[in-house]
């Protein structure tokens, strides 16, 4: 059974830093996890994902902000954030799918699984 539980949101002031945690359990092969966040009212969106064995892809609104990093045996997955802004606000879901399927920009059709969300506030 695949699991995904996240941690480390919270709030945070503009200017901040988070670091988001994904542990990861029963999914492994030909595994690619990745970051969405969801803003209110607005759609599900990729933030940061692995698109291969070393393949990444980054929105281009956090690109130089947002690193997306894993351990080896992929059992966490981190979302390093720094100069967070206040449309950075939403929540955050780990996912993992199968890298084979994931297209570019990755969208969340190809991430059949999916941890319940952590927040992340940034006030001005």
């Known amino acids: 059974q695949v699991q995904l539980v996240e941690s480390g949101g919270g709030s945070v002031q503009a200017g901040g830093s988070l670091t988001l945690s994904c542990a990861v359990s029963g999914y492994t092969t030909n595994g690619c996890m990745g970051w969405f966040r969801q803003a209110p009212g607005k759609e599900r969106e990729a933030v940061a994902t692995?698109?291969?064995?070393?393949?990444?892809f980054r929105a281009a609104s956090v690109v130089g902000r947002f690193t997306i990093a894993r351990d080896s045996d992929q059992s966490n997955v981190y979302l390093r954030m720094t100069s967070l802004k206040p449309e950075d606000t939403g929540i955050y879901y780990c996912?993992?799918?199968?890298?084979?399927?994931?297209?570019?920009?990755?969208?969340?059709?190809?991430?059949?699984?999916w941890g319940q969300g952590t927040q992340v506030t940034v006030s001005s």
């Open positions: 996912a993992a799918g199968d890298c084979r399927s994931i297209g570019h920009p990755p969208h969340r059709s190809s991430f059949p699984y």
């Open positions: 692995y698109t291969g064995p070393t393949s990444t």
